[in-house]
């Protein structure tokens, strides 16, 4: 439906059209292709710290360089979504992103899921089935085409850790049924492969907010060695589950949910025990100790709890959040990295204002909050032009890092949507 | 114009179908293979004449998360209302050259009916709702009818003359100018049209919410 714009760029309508013509079936893409997408182009300027994607400290994903602020431009995404039937039931989703700010030495042009999916309904149930790559349900922020935000610009420290971090490998499958009218319940199970390093990147850095998108090729570039969150290293498969609830569809809607890894407790593939790492674990952004980031050889057993609700009233929409990252590795005890949120948006007519409140917390080593106020005019469902700002403060737990950080950014935003 | 019309109807009106000033036809629409064709619009193609279009807006319902109905046919300067009768927001949209505009989010009835005051077609969609789809057809002439569930549609008061007959589907993919039809009003009675017609899509919500 949203793919008229690019057919017009793509394809002009063929010579002897009618007026009474559908513009879109008439177009040289096929019926059974649908082609989607966005593109955010940006203006931003920046707080001193230059972002931890190259390799600063900052938590954003931009900032200064050179320890002063920078205002500059930035493609910071644009996506091209395929979905193509394959036959009734079956269709293969292809998202790749492409972007002029990607992490340092990383590719500018990613895929970001790739899946085969199938749905139908078998008396009243609504089954989905995925198998691929793919982005396992654990943001509440991402209902728009594109995996993208609606509610603002920058995702919560949640979000932004799930799109930076999160991607599995694997088959899903959802199950949904009405329980009692007007209640919907749903079930997710999910198992796959890869992630055997989701978490490392936290450890290196502890929480962040931005809006870079990982994909499935995801590579970091620290000052302390290259982060690959999505390599297979034990040989065990992670699973998740997720059970949701929705009340009068878009009033009310819970979800809870655990996730993990499965990862050997920083056992490598047929290492025959623990590999050994001297020292203890000691995140803070910038300021990684020799021994932080651990051989590339360890699986990080990483486990997520997460429970979210959204309430959708009249024209409000608020939605809270909290997720516990627990990462356990092959010595020291494991830590856990908390974030909550709250977030509150307003839709009147075309414009959209809405705020949000991070609070984040890793045990004895990090502790930190961020602001985030959003302000949208939508020209029509396409066309958006967004202005945000961010405030983030951290105080990084001593001896680490004994000074507080403190990370800014004010971003404007035009949203193109086909 | 607009009087000789207005004496046309009213003659039409005033005696009905004895003279032969206007009359009604019935077309009947099949595919190759002989099946109904429903919700295709047969309009006379020109017709000289100024037409004013009705007071009373047209309406084009949400019901359940589908358009109602979901091929809207109407004359040039109609009002369409788009009432949601569900319990939940809907935001139509139309990015049609015929006519453009976008209704955010609303609730029951939104502010002000639609005018579609370009002839064309209108492809109506819900940003909410991804597969919503429904048509608006805007036509020159108040002489259309669309296809009931067996194929069938009458056209009423049609002006004695030979005329152009046009049919369009959202199943045809090829501009209505390939396949008219010349009729005699007040000679004809009954045309059929049978043509090739691609297999019908109704909007289908995913098994499973998008989590939207
Ligand atoms: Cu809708």
Redesign the interface.
């Known amino acids: 439906m949203k793919t008229a714009l690019l057919i017009a760029l793509l394809a002009s309508a063929p010579a002897g059209a009618s007026k009474f013509d559908d513009v879109e079936s008439s177009s040289k893409i096929p019926a059974w292709l649908k082609v989607s997408g966005l593109v955010d182009g940006r203006a931003y300027t920046a707080g001193r710290e230059d972002s931890w994607l190259r390799q600063g400290t900052g938590r954003l994903r931009y900032g200064g360089s050179n320890g002063h602020d920078a205002a500059r431009l930035s493609l910071s995404q644009a996506s091209l979504v395929l979905d193509a039937d394959l036959w009734s039931k079956a269709s293969f989703h292809l998202h790749t992103n492409l972007t002029t700010d990607p992490p340092a030495d990383h590719s500018p042009i990613g895929i970001f899921e790739a899946f085969l999916q199938a749905d139908r309904k078998y008396y009243g149930t609504g089954v989905r089935a995925r198998a691929g790559a793919l982005m396992p349900l654990l943001s509440w922020e991402h209902p728009d085409g594109a995996w993208s935000t609606r509610y603002t610009l920058t995702p919560s420290a949640i979000g932004s850790w799930v799109g930076e971090d999160v991607r599995v490998f694997g088959v899903e499958a959802v199950a949904e049924r009405p329980i009692v009218k007007p209640v919907v319940g749903r079930f997710t199970f999910g198992t796959f492969i890869g992630g055997d390093q989701i978490g490392r990147l936290l450890w290196y850095r502890s929480w962040a907010l931005h809006d870079y998108q990982a994909d499935i090729a995801a590579r970091y570039s620290t000052p302390n060695g290259t982060i690959r969150p999505f390599s297979e290293i034990d040989g065990r498969a992670g699973y998740y589950v997720r059970g949701d609830v929705d009340i009068l569809e878009q009033l009310a809607q819970v979800g809870a949910g655990y996730w993990t890894n499965n990862g050997h407790n920083g056992q490598g593939r047929g290492a025959g025990g623990p590999v050994a790492l001297p020292g203890p674990p000691v995140p803070g952004p910038g300021l990684p100790g020799p021994n932080l980031i651990g051989a590339d050889a360890e699986a990080y057993r990483t486990e997520v709890q997460h429970i979210g609700a959204k309430a959708e009233w009249k024209r409000l929409t608020v939605i809270t959040q909290t997720m516990k990252v627990t990462i356990q590795r092959a010595n020291g005890g494991p830590i856990d990295w908390s974030d909550a949120f709250l977030l509150a948006s307003y839709q009147w007519k075309k414009w959209r204002a809405s705020a949000r409140y991070d609070r984040f917390w890793a045990t004895n080593l990090d502790y930190g909050f961020a602001w985030t106020l959003f302000g949208a005019y939508d020209f029509d469902v396409r066309n958006q032009l967004a202005a945000e700002w961010v405030y983030l403060s951290a105080r990084p737990g001593e001896p680490v890092f004994p000074r507080s950080q403190v990370d800014r950014l004010f971003q404007i935003n035009y949203r193109l949507r086909f | 114009m607009k009087a000789s019309a207005r004496i046309a109807a009213a003659s039409a009106c005033l005696l009905g179908a004895s003279i032969a000033a206007a009359a009604d036809l019935t077309v009947s629409v099949r595919d190759l293979g002989g099946a109904p064709i429903e919700d295709a619009v047969v309009f006379v193609y020109e017709a000289s004449g100024k037409f004013a279009p009705p007071k009373e807006p047209a309406v084009m319902d949400q019901i359940d998360k589908t358009f109602v109905p979901r091929v809207l046919a109407i004359l040039a300067g109609t009002k369409v209302r788009f009432p949601n009768k569900d ?3 809907h ?1 139509v ?1 139309s ?4 006519r ?1 505009f ?1 209704l ?2 609303y609730k029951g009835e939104p502010t002000d009916p639609i005018a579609f005051e370009t ?3 209108a ?1 109506l ?1 819900c ?1 909410i709702h ?1 597969w919503m ?1 429904g ?1 608006v ?1 805007i036509l020159e002439n108040p002489y259309f009818a669309k296809t009931a569930k067996d194929g069938t549609a009458h056209l009423k008061n049609v002006p004695a003359g030979t005329y152009k007959l ?1 049919l ?1 589907s ?1 199943r045809r ?1 090829e ?3 390939q396949a008219l039809k010349t009729v005699s009003i007040g000679k004809d009675e009954k045309v059929s049209f049978k043509l090739a017609f ?1 297999p019908l ?1 109704l909007p289908k919500p ?7």
């Open positions: 319990d939940i927001h935001h949209y990015f049609s050259k015929a453009k976008d955010p989010l002839p064309g077609l492809k969609g940003n991804d789809m048509y057809l046009a369009w959202d993919k501009p209505v100018e691609g899509k995913p098994a499973v919410k998008a989590y939207k």
